[in-house]
């Protein structure tokens, strides 16, 4: 039975604890009001219109029209117009800054759990005969699905109160004035959208619960029905999986940009979530090996696992660039402009993404020798999760805080705080059963694994 180390326990507790001072100091930190959001700014123009050129003023021909008079008025009342809706624009997105971040780092990690979940549910549904010695490792993961997805929809009903502006469809003067986002309203209301969400998370746990509770009951059962019932859950649970992992990555991140849509999206994220998940089972399974737990667990597990987060990560990238290459090359300005966003305004984290989910993995994962290696496993991760926490990033923060964005201290804390919460969560629940899945039939053949 695994005990969880005091030292791993208060580290968990610790990063929980910086990250919610930072998530704290960043919502305290942002603007109340237009005044606040522009001294804010200042600072970026500082300088600007103080050249020493003195402009000439003429003075105004006394037999000026009264119709110039009027223009000149309606143009004044205009550009005041539009710097109002400019200056509240600008506030909005610096409001959205901390909720943003806070958000970015709770779809991640959860993200994490459910990629997990799927995972492990086609390892069961293939009756796969390497990875039964790893079953615990992914149970265990998955123990944060349900505390993290109601974290994430709490965020989204939230954001359907108005407490932020990270969805601007939920905005009714919004969709008022827009004719797109108007047509949308039938699967763009707050009721029908936090209604799929619980639908969801309630459909994921329900599978996780009795998948869980089948595996476990098989460690002590005499027959093989167990097992033959988490292969049929397993089985079914997909379906169900991949129609409202698809729905979800809609609803969750693309509608933040409304007026955008891929038709690759629901894959896309796919692909990230079964990476990130991977890579953390790996990185788990390496730690526990550590601690002398995982006795079976050997060199071909791990080069498996290696070779699924380098086959992921190619996967990944041939999505990336499908959705990158055909928007670009059509060049239709709806949709180009998602991607001239981010090119312009999150040049850094843009590219920077490719080169930690693609190149990085595609040098480091490609030699066989390497993937049986922890040192190079947990180097490629760590680079790998990382770049994924910023595919993420890339996806929601240029929509709710356009130019309006750094990596501060809301978005450190963020993570930290989700990354304790997530340490904590998992290795309690890797305390509560074996770490054998003695029971499967297949788990003999899994610890003789080995090529």
Do not use: C
């Not at 492990?120 to 390497?130: E, F, L, N, S, T």
């Not at 729905?247 to 849509?261: A, G, K, L, T, Y």
């Not at 930690?356 to 760590?382: E, Q």
Request: proline share 3%; hydrophobic share 50%.
């Amino acid at each position: 039975m695994y005990t969880f180390p005091n030292k791993l326990k208060n580290i968990a507790r610790v990063l929980m604890i910086l990250g919610f001072i930072g998530l704290v100091l960043g919502f305290l930190g942002a603007p109340k009001n237009v005044a606040e959001a522009k001294a804010m700014t200042a600072t970026e123009h500082h300088g600007e219109g103080h050249g020493t050129a003195i402009e000439h003023h003429e003075e105004p021909n006394a037999d000026e029209s009264h119709a110039e008079k009027k223009h000149n008025a309606e143009e004044t009342h205009g550009e005041d117009s539009h710097d109002s809706s400019h200056d509240e624009h600008l506030l909005h997105q610096l409001q959205n800054k901390p909720w943003a971040a806070l958000y970015v780092a709770a779809f991640f990690f959860f993200m994490i759990s459910l990629g997990t979940l799927a995972f492990y549910a086609i390892q069961r549904a293939a009756q796969a005969g390497w990875s039964p010695v790893l079953y615990r490792v992914m149970e265990g993961i998955t123990a944060y699905l349900l505390p993290g997805g109601i974290i994430v929809i709490v965020i989204l009903a939230l954001s359907g109160m108005h407490f932020n502006h990270l969805f601007i469809w939920m905005d009714p003067e919004v969709v008022a004035h827009d004719k797109l986002i108007a047509g949308k309203v039938g699967f763009l209301n707050v009721p029908f959208f936090l209604g799929r969400a619980v639908f969801f998370l309630t459909g994921w746990s329900i599978y996780r619960y009795f998948s869980r509770k089948f595996s476990l009951a098989q460690d002590e059962a005499k027959d093989i029905l167990n097992h033959k019932k988490n292969f049929r859950i397993s089985a079914g649970f997909l379906v169900f999986y991949i129609v409202t992992e698809s729905i979800m990555s809609w609803d969750w991140i693309m509608s933040i940009d409304p007026h955008w849509f891929s038709t690759l999206f629901g894959w896309y994220v796919f692909a990230s979530m079964i990476v990130s998940a991977v890579t953390v089972i790996a990185l788990v399974t390496i730690y526990l090996k550590s601690q002398g737990y995982l006795e079976f667990v050997n060199d071909s597990h791990i080069h498996d696992l290696g070779k699924f987060m380098f086959g992921f990560s190619v996967f990944w990238t041939y999505l990336w660039f499908s959705q990158f290459m055909l928007i670009w090359y059509s060049n239709i300005p709806e949709e180009v402009t998602y991607f001239i966003t981010r090119i312009e305004d999150y040049n850094i984290t843009f590219f920077g993404m490719i080169v930690m989910n693609f190149l990085f993995p595609l040098l480091v994962l490609m030699n066989s020798d390497y993937k049986r290696t922890n040192y190079f496993i947990i180097m490629a991760g760590i680079v790998i999760l990382l770049g994924h926490y910023l595919d993420i990033f890339n996806m929601i923060m240029p929509s709710a805080v356009g130019d309006q964005w750094f990596i501060g201290i809301a978005e450190v804390g963020g993570f930290l705080f989700f990354l304790g919460l997530f340490l904590y969560v998992v290795f309690t629940e890797l305390t509560k059963a074996s770490l054998i899945a003695k029971g499967d039939p297949y788990v003999g053949e899994s610890e003789r694994f080995h090529y």
